[in-house]
């Protein structure tokens, strides 16, 4: 029985995720997955990085990357930055423009949360909350 509503649990959380992943989608303006916004986050944060790293860091394949990359490039998010003394060093970084996509992707995830857990109470939320500092303790092990 515990397994039971285990998984029913983890389905449920799925769920959860991929609805909002979809409206996240359908309600952002710009024609560009989670996947590219995750690399604009990281850029941000940790400025420009060989492709290589960043599929490492963020779990993709190589293969992935370079889409990810040559999209967000083509979309003028991102520029990859050339080694003036060896030319296959080649390093991605974030553009202004990206910046300003990042901060809205950002703003459009955070009102969609809002609306989300605005269903819950505060004891909810509060409850949620240790669940997961739990699960993400346990998962630091």
Known sequence: MEKENIFKLIHAIETVTNETVIKWTKSFQYNIGISPVLVLS???????????????????????????????VKLGFAERQYNENDRRHVL??????????????????????????????????????????????????
């Open 42 to 72: 990281e850029l941000k944060a940790k400025g420009a990085r060989k492709q290589t790293e960043l599929a490492n860091d963020l779990g993709y394949t190589p293969g992935a990357m370079t889409n990810i990359a040559t999209k967000l």
């Open 92 to 141: 991605l970084n974030i553009t202004p423009k990206g910046i300003e996509v990042l901060k809205e992707a950002q703003r459009k995830g955070q009102e969609l949360r809002l609306e989300l857990f605005s269903v819950l109470t505060e004891e909810e939320i509060k409850q949620y909350l240790s669940i997961y500092e739990k699960l993400l303790n346990h998962m630091k092990k």
